[in-house]
């Protein structure tokens, strides 16, 4: 990559793309199929058609301006298809409802221009890289482009790219004097001072500040419309003033019995509800209209540096997308590490703090650490893969040798009751996830299907209409694991939705049945047992099955949930990140760099549901 620098401080950087052949394949009498071996993935909106693209991320200091991004291209050749482009499938939803893929033609076919418009199409951004605060330029190069009405398809030889852009004078962030903000109402700030002095005598420097103090501007002057908005001016301060990387919101619903459910949501705003204020992203995919997205509270800064409203057409509707409420434009990037204990009750800050201590101080060189539970089925029956396993195996591929992987897979008869493929064998296959469960694992890893009180998968027989019930909300208080303690990821539906309470059930369709909580937060709240930490949903999770954009790997790995389950574990295992919240947000920072979150409604979901119910600052595995 060659880099000339002008009289006016502006910078210019060239780069070329050599794409490799494509791959052109007819693969029904309708659908041709286009390849590339290097591709990073496919174009997946829904009716449009499946083209590869490459991404190149570059990455310059937090302030950074991209003035100009030229694209040349080389000889462009035209081929003739016997066929469609094939268009992407629906997307599947995780939830506890028989799916199956649609593969169906949008109005994109309708069109005489090339799809997609450009040859190159890039995004910024501002977030965390290695830990440092910088600005995200990720282009994607598409060496082919398809004019739909006259299938024909057109190859570029080569693809040169020029970004100019000038990087700030000064560094935007400088200070250093705390690492962790914690964030709680009062009455909770006597159960967290242990909690605070472990931190400190762990070299984190910590800040517990209550909701009071922060909309009293007892710190930093106070701005935003509601509780949550305020709450991440404050954030946006500490960062800028005290150099925090860490937030830890401690409180979630404030009733067991009352729930959300005409009460606050996607459009309405109920602070009383909360002991911490949540936001929701108002993002329609036609199945829900919104969802918890504790990403806002994450994502302070857009691409140049300002604060990110998630309201950029102002109509008090945050992180809205969808009919009648137009579409925000959100970056989507994280700039500090948080997460969220939903706690409810004095008594669950005492326990979740005490399993927090107990785990930082005892966990290292404990040989249950070292092993790994992952749990699947057939997710999507149909295809040539059971999804369940092939996600849960790619998770624990990175894991690093010292890891043993003990599987409750449905192919090796360890999943159902007594391996068999009957009603019953499926019905309580919770016995033998808490029963090995309960052996104590570093790590444990769901992938399937979920609700606020389930996680359950199918059998691969698609004549099979049996569930397979892996652990419910009702059954996880027999674990017996004690202070072995797993950081663990579900894949699934609204495992994490925490806003569940009681009487939710009567209107809210994916309760299915009544529960006080949901799935994740219930594991980690349990007194000695259940886990550190969970990784999940708050709302529709999606999957992919077979593999439709030819490239030989199971797309279950390569887009929506397995994708970014994926790359959690490639941050701790390959990258070496143990600190829960970097890992957990270097999983963002990868999708939003390969899946744009403003190109696809499901992508952006996909990032703003991804929840950590944990302390970010968690050191895994221990001091």
Same mark, same amino acid.
């Given at each position: 990559?060659?880099?000339?620098?002008?009289?006016? @401080?502006?910078? =210019?950087?060239?780069?070329?793309?050599?794409?490799?052949?494509?791959?052109? &394949?007819?693969?029904?009498?309708?659908?041709?199929?286009?390849?590339?071996?290097?591709?990073?993935?496919?174009?997946?909106?829904?009716?449009?058609?499946?083209? %590869?693209?490459?991404?190149?991320?570059? @990455?310059?200091?937090?302030?950074?301006?991209?003035?100009?991004?030229?694209?040349?291209?080389?000889?462009?050749?035209?081929?003739?298809?016997?066929?469609?482009?094939?268009?992407?499938?629906?997307?599947?939803?995780?939830?506890?409802?028989?799916?199956?893929?649609?593969?169906?033609?949008?109005?994109?076919?309708?069109?005489? !221009?090339?799809?997609?418009?450009? +040859?190159?199409?890039?995004?910024?951004?501002?977030?965390?890289?290695?830990?440092?605060?910088?600005?995200?330029?990720?282009?994607?190069?598409?060496?082919?482009?398809?004019?739909?009405?006259?299938?024909?398809?057109?190859?570029?030889?080569?693809?040169?790219?020029?970004?100019?852009?000038?990087?700030?004078?000064?560094?935007?962030?400088?200070?250093?004097?705390?690492?962790?903000?914690?964030?709680?109402?009062?009455?909770?700030?006597?159960?967290?001072? %242990?909690?605070?002095?472990?931190?400190?005598?762990?070299?984190?420097?910590?800040?517990?500040?209550?909701?009071?103090?922060?909309?009293?501007?007892?710190?930093?002057?106070?701005?935003?419309?509601?509780?949550?908005? *305020?709450?991440?001016?404050?954030?946006?301060?500490?960062?800028?003033?005290?150099?925090?990387?860490?937030?830890?919101?401690?409180?979630?619903?404030?009733?067991?019995?009352? #729930?959300?459910?005409?009460?606050?949501?996607? $459009?309405?705003?109920?602070?009383?509800?909360?002991?911490?204020?949540?936001?929701?992203?108002?993002?329609?995919?036609? /199945? &829900?209209?919104?969802?918890? =997205?504790?990403?806002?509270?994450?994502?302070?800064?857009?691409?140049?540096?300002?604060?990110?409203? +998630?309201?950029?057409?102002?109509?008090?509707?945050?992180? #809205? +997308?969808?009919?009648?409420?137009?579409?925000?434009?959100?970056?989507?990037?994280?700039?500090?590490?948080?997460?969220?204990?939903?706690?409810?009750?004095?008594?669950?800050?005492?326990?979740?703090?005490? *399993?927090?201590?107990?785990?930082?101080? =005892? $966990?290292?060189? /404990?040989?249950?650490?070292?092993?790994?539970?992952?749990?699947?089925?057939?997710?999507?029956?149909?295809?040539?893969?059971?999804?369940?396993?092939? @996600?849960?195996?790619?998770?624990?591929?990175?894991?690093?040798?010292?890891?043993?992987?003990?599987?409750?897979?449905?192919?090796?008869?360890?999943?159902?009751?007594?391996?068999?493929?009957?009603?019953?064998?499926?019905?309580?296959? +919770?016995?033998?996830?808490?029963?090995?469960? =309960?052996?104590?694992?570093?790590?444990?890893?769901?992938?399937?299907?979920?609700? %606020?009180?389930?996680?359950?998968?199918?059998?691969?027989? %698609?004549?099979?209409?049996?569930?397979?019930?892996?652990?419910?909300?009702?059954?996880?208080?027999?674990?017996?694991?004690?202070?072995?303690?797993?950081?663990?990821?579900?894949?699934?539906?609204?495992?994490?939705?925490?806003?569940?309470?009681?009487?939710?059930?009567?209107?809210?369709?994916?309760?299915?049945?009544?529960?006080?909580?949901?799935?994740?937060?219930?594991?980690?709240?349990?007194?000695?047992?259940?886990?550190?930490?969970?990784?999940?949903?708050?709302?529709?999770?999606?999957?992919?099955?077979?593999?439709?954009?030819?490239?030989?790997?199971?797309?279950?790995?390569?887009?929506?949930?397995?994708?970014?389950?994926? *790359?959690?574990? !490639?941050?701790?295992?390959?990258?070496?990140?143990?600190?829960?919240?970097?890992?957990?947000?270097?999983?963002?920072?990868?999708?939003?760099?390969?899946?744009?979150?403003?190109?696809?409604?499901?992508?952006?979901?996909?990032?703003?549901?991804?929840?950590?119910?944990?302390?970010?600052?968690?050191?895994?595995?221990?001091?």
């Amino acid at each position: 990559m060659a880099t000339t620098r002008d009289a006016n @401080t502006a910078t =210019s950087s060239t780069f070329s793309i050599q794409p490799s052949a494509l791959h052109v &394949e007819q693969t029904s009498e309708a659908y041709v199929s286009v390849a590339l071996a290097e591709a990073d993935a496919t174009t997946m909106c829904e009716g449009e058609p499946m083209l %590869p693209y490459t991404t190149k991320t570059m @990455t310059f200091p937090l302030g950074t301006r991209i003035r100009d991004v030229q694209v040349t291209v080389g000889d462009v050749t035209a081929r003739q298809l016997d066929g469609a482009v094939a268009p992407a499938p629906r997307p599947l939803p995780r939830n506890m409802q028989p799916v199956e893929p649609v593969q169906q033609k949008g109005p994109v076919y309708d069109s005489s !221009e090339l799809y997609p418009s450009d +040859w190159v199409r890039w995004h910024t951004g501002a977030g965390l890289h290695g830990g440092e605060h910088v600005t995200f330029l990720t282009l994607q190069a598409f060496p082919a482009r398809y004019a739909p009405q006259a299938d024909v398809l057109h190859a570029v030889e080569s693809i040169d790219v020029t970004v100019t852009y000038e990087e700030p004078s000064a560094a935007m962030l400088t200070a250093d004097e705390y690492d962790l903000v914690i964030v709680a109402p009062g009455e909770f700030t006597g159960q967290l001072q %242990p909690l605070v002095q472990h931190k400190e005598d762990h070299g984190l420097a910590t800040k517990l500040v209550t909701l009071s103090e922060i909309y009293s501007g007892e710190y930093f002057e106070v701005q935003g419309r509601d509780g949550a908005e *305020k709450i991440k001016y404050f954030i946006r301060d500490a960062l800028e003033d005290w150099g925090i990387t860490y937030v830890l919101l401690v409180g979630g619903k404030t009733s067991y019995l009352t #729930g959300n459910w005409g009460y606050d949501g996607p $459009t309405t705003v109920n602070d009383d509800l909360w002991h911490v204020p949540v936001r929701y992203a108002a993002l329609d995919d036609m /199945s &829900e209209n919104g969802y918890l =997205s504790d990403l806002y509270f994450a994502d302070i800064y857009n691409a140049t540096g300002d604060f990110a409203t +998630w309201d950029t057409n102002e109509d008090d509707i945050f992180g #809205g +997308w969808g009919f009648g409420i137009g579409k925000d434009v959100i970056d989507g990037y994280p700039d500090v590490y948080v997460g969220r204990l939903a706690c409810r009750s004095v008594r669950e800050v005492e326990t979740v703090v005490d *399993k927090i201590i107990t785990y930082e101080t =005892s $966990t290292a060189g /404990s040989e249950w650490f070292n092993r790994m539970l992952l749990v699947g089925g057939d997710t999507f029956p149909g295809d040539d893969y059971i999804d369940g396993e092939v @996600t849960t195996e790619h998770h624990f591929s990175f894991m690093p040798e010292t890891f043993d992987a003990t599987k409750l897979f449905l192919t090796e008869g360890t999943l159902t009751l007594g391996g068999g493929d009957s009603k019953y064998a499926g019905k309580f296959a +919770w016995v033998n996830v808490i029963q090995t469960m =309960s052996n104590g694992y570093g790590f444990v890893a769901f992938d399937g299907h979920g609700s %606020p009180t389930a996680w359950a998968t199918h059998f691969a027989d %698609p004549n099979n209409h049996n569930w397979i019930n892996g652990l419910m909300t009702y059954n996880m208080d027999l674990l017996s694991n004690g202070d072995r303690l797993p950081v663990l990821t579900v894949g699934g539906c609204h495992n994490s939705e925490f806003n569940i309470s009681l009487t939710d059930f009567v209107d809210n369709p994916w309760t299915y049945q009544p529960t006080y909580e949901c799935w994740s937060w219930h594991l980690v709240k349990m007194r000695n047992k259940g886990a550190i930490a969970t990784l999940g949903y708050t709302g529709l999770g999606y999957g992919a099955t077979g593999d439709g954009d030819r490239d030989g790997i199971p797309d279950c790995i390569e887009y929506r949930g397995g994708f970014i389950e994926g *790359k959690f574990y !490639e941050a701790y295992g390959q990258d070496g990140q143990d600190m829960l919240g970097a890992a957990f947000a270097s999983s963002i920072t990868e999708y939003a760099n390969v899946f744009p979150p403003m190109e696809n409604n499901i992508d952006c979901k996909t990032i703003e549901e991804w929840s950590l119910l944990g302390d970010p600052s968690l050191k895994i595995g221990g001091y």
